[in-house]
Structures are given as C-alpha cells and as structure tokens.
C-alpha cells in the first residue's frame, strides 16, 4: 500500500503542476498573441525554440544520476552516494558556467538574419542570450529537486519544480501585458530560475540534510562512469528538440512565422491533452525506479498491467473530444477559429497525439529503470531523420505533410518501445497485445468519425459544436471503459484505499 501511496503524492504533484502548465498556455497565448501579433508570438516561438538545443549540455546527467542515486540510497550505498552526488554537481556547475562564458559569442552573430526576425540585431541577441541562460540554470534546478527522489520525496521535488513554473508564468504574464521588450521577457525567466534554484536548496537543507548537495566528495574518476550511461539520456534530451523545437526552425524558413503561429497554437491544443495523460504515467516514475532498485517484479507487473489499462482508456476519449471541440476551444480562446482551425490537419495532430501519449507510457518503464540505450539510439536517429525529410515535406505540402512525417516518426518509435519493454520483462512476465490491439482500432475508429463530424457540423454554433464533443466524449468513455475492463483495475484501487484506512 506504501507504493500506491506514494504513487498518490506524486499524482497530486503532477496534477499540480499540469494544471500550472496548462493555464499558463490558455492564458498566456492569446494575451502575447494580442499584444505582439500572430508574427511576434511566432518570433518568440523560433528564438525559445532555437536556444532550447542548449538544454542538451547536461548529457542525460540530471535524469541518470537523480535515478541513479535513489536507487543507490535505497540500497543502503550511502559512501557511494555521497561520491557520485559531489561529482554529479560538479560536473553540472561545470558545464553550465562554461556554457554560459561560451554562449557571449551569440553577440557576434546576425541572430536575426538566419532565423528572419523582425527584430534589431542586438535585441536578438540580447534574448537569444538570455533565453540560453534560462535554460542552462533549468539543468541545475531540474537536477536539485530531483534529489528528493532519494528519500523517497519525489513529490516534494515535484512541488518546487510547480512553484518555479507558476512564479516564471506570473512575471512574464505581466511583462506580456506591458508589451515589454523581448530581451526583458527572457531577463524575467532568468530571475524566477534564480529565485526557484535558492528556494529548492533552502528546502532540501531543511526538510533532507542526509542528502544535501555538496562538492566536497568528488571523485574525478566516477566521471566516467556517469558519463558513459548518462549519454544516452543526454541523445533522449535532444530528442526533445528534434521533436518539438527543430520544426519550428525548419516552418519559420519556408513558411513564416505566421505559419509557425498556428503550427504552436495546435500544438498547444493537443500538448493539452498529452499533459493531462502524462500526470499519470509520469506520477509512476519514481516508484517504477524504487520497484526496479527492489527487484520487485510482481510488483513491477501489476503496476504495468493497470496503469496500461487505465491510459489506454484516457487516450482515446481525451484527444477524441478535444478534436471535435477543437472549433470551440479556438474560438473561445483564441477568437481566431476561421485563421487557425482546418478538420484535416487537426485530425493528424490527434492521431500524433494519441502515438506519443501511447509511447510515452511504455517509455515510462525503460525511462524509469535507466534501461534505455537503445531506445535513445531509435529515437535520436528517427528524429533527425524526419528533420531532415520535414524540409522537403514543408516545402511539397506545407504544415500537413510535416505532421504525416512527424507521425510516421512515432509510429516506428511505438513499435521498438514495444519490443523493448518485452526484453524488460521478459523473464519475469510475458506482456500481451490484447489491449493495444483494441487501442489501435478504437483510435483509428474515433479519429475518422471526428473527421466526418468535424466536416458536417461547421455550421453548428458554438453551443450546437460543444454539444457535439460532449456527447463524443461521453459515448467514447463508454466503449473505452469495457473495451480496457477499466472497472476491475479501478475495484483493485478502491479495495487497497479502503484496507489503508479500514
């Protein structure tokens, strides 16, 4: 019962923080949209997106070495530990001050010119500088509130991280309103990652002096060993910018950054729900760890089996009903539906989204077990390909032939993360493809009567559209909830809730 609870605080942490994430994005677009213009919010898209690669510098550090040393301090290795961690520290403080000494060359640089921005050159620079620090200082903060993890207060962690999300959303939703300059914009993110980073050491001093950061046991040799495995979370983390920031550079080249606009505002819509689902396969991720460090396979398994079960139900009825409701939501939101909303390419995002949403569950568990070479291999070369194949797709078909690649991409990922969660599992328990098989022709359904919707209530109101995606939502629950035989993993949950507190 320990697990499940523990599991509990780390939800109610990612809830948290989602929640904080998605307000930040339903309020802050359309006010920076409104004061800076679709162009302006496109430029800030192509400037946060090109510095993003710098988040790479940490090498895969932060998530290994924060698993790492759970693991370790679970088993008792408490002199091991304390070595890794100084030189963990080290090696960070390292390269971020490097970074950010190597990272002045920006402002001998025609910043503008390469990505065509509508800026002065020394605003650009000034911001591209700025955002890069931001970054860099996230490395060190994601790697101190990761050290509850430990003491098996993840959750607490989790906290800080919700505190800085919500602190940088508020004193930039503020310098938006004012229209301040860009350089300004970025100065605020760099302040509120200071601020976050002091909380968090203060925090840790107070509430888990046993495993404070300190420099003092660095061992120059233990470098390489955490080099060598923490590399292939450091390709993982340029994955996150193949995937989500390259595009954006390759769309503001050939289309513009009012392309780029709609291209984020969509993007936004469906990262919606991919966070609303990632609250529950990322809440898992610390008891995964301590499961894996315990050996506790049957544990493992049946963790595996219901959360499956109860993913698989969510990812269909969430990007179903967002997809028919998509009209309304820009239309509320961004009262730019007739500039931004198209049923075809809509459609494909939610078919990208439910993949990733299906892909990041069972990444999760070789994520979470530091088991993840290969998958770091598959993902890093599969996404540069499609960078490389979206610059012809962009150019051939716009916006929609980048999501038919970006797609594809996910796809081939899905199928290899398969595969090795049976090689995870494999002489422990034998995994099935039942329920994945009913997930794919649920989605395939769903998505093409939301298409066939889409097209023939156009000229619905927004009341008429509303009702249309509640009742889609409602009906696809129904059949998402016998189809995954959610009721038995929820009558488990709700038997252990009540022996706890019998």
């Given amino acids: 019962m320990a697990v499940f609870g523990r599991i509990l605080k780390n939800l109610g942490a990612m809830v948290a923080g989602r929640g904080v994430t998605i307000v930040q994005q339903l309020v802050l677009t359309p006010v920076f949209v409104r004061r800076y213009g679709a162009a302006g919010f496109g430029e800030w898209g192509v400037l946060s997106g090109a510095v993003a690669a710098l988040g790479m510098l940490n090498f895969g550090v932060q998530t290994y070495m924060n698993q790492d040393l759970a693991v370790r301090w679970g088993r008792g290795e408490i002199a091991g530990y304390r070595v890794r961690s100084a030189t963990a520290l080290r090696l960070l403080l390292g390269v971020v001050g490097v970074a950010m000494l190597l990272g002045l060359v920006v402002f001998l640089l025609p910043v503008d010119q390469w990505l065509k921005l509508d800026l002065t050159r020394r605003a650009a620079q000034l911001t591209a500088y700025l955002l890069a620090c931001q970054v860099l200082l996230n490395i060190l903060n994601g790697y101190l ?266 796809c081939v990922q899905m199928v290899r993360i398969m595969r090795l969660n049976v090689t995870l599992f494999q002489v422990h328990a034998r995994l099935e493809f039942l329920y994945l098989q009913r997930l794919v022709g649920l989605c395939a359904a769903a998505l093409l009567v939301a298409l066939v919707l889409l097209r023939r209530t156009a000229g619905l109101g927004l009341g008429g559209q509303a009702l249309v995606a509640t009742a889609v939502g409602v009906v696809t629950s129904g059949v998402s909830w016998r189809v995954f035989r959610v009721g038995e993993v929820a009558r488990q949950m709700g038997a252990r809730l009540r022996g706890r507190f019998a």
């Fill in 145 to 410: 509130a990761g050290i509850f993890m430990g003491v098996a207060k993840a959750h607490r962690g989790a906290y800080w991280n919700n505190f800085q999300a919500l602190l940088t959303s508020l004193c930039l939703l503020a310098a938006v309103a004012l229209k301040m300059p860009f350089p300004v914009l970025a100065g605020v993110q760099v302040c509120t990652m200071l601020t976050a980073i002091g909380c968090v050491l203060v925090d840790l001093k107070r509430t888990a002096p046993e495993v404070f950061p300190t420099l003092a046991a660095w061992d120059s040799a233990a470098v390489k060993d955490i080099l060598k495995p923490s590399g292939y979370f450091g390709l993982l983390t340029m994955c996150t910018f193949l995937a989500y920031q390259a595009p954006l550079v390759v769309l503001q080249r050939v289309l513009g950054p009012v392309a780029v606009a709609g291209f984020i505002v969509m993007r936004l819509v469906f990262s919606m729900c991919r966070q609303v689902l990632a609250i529950f396969t990322q809440s898992m991720g610390a008891e995964i760890t301590n499961l894996f460090g315990r050996g506790d396979w049957p544990g493992l398994s049946r963790l595996y089996d219901y959360s499956e079960r109860f993913i698989f139900f969510l990812i269909p009825v969430v990007n179903t009903a967002v997809l028919v409701g998509s009209p309304v939501v820009l239309s509320l939101w961004m009262h730019k539906r007739a500039e931004l909303f198209s049923p075809y390419p809509y459609m494909l995002a939610a078919a990208i989204s439910m993949v990733i949403s299906l892909k990041e569950h069972k990444y999760q568990f070789q994520f979470s077990t530091n088991t993840h070479e290969s998958l770091a291999r598959v993902m890093f070369f599969s996404y540069l390909a499609m960078v490389v194949v979206a610059v012809g797709a962009v150019q051939a078909a716009g916006v929609v032939g980048f999501l038919w690649v970006w797609l594809a991409t996910e």
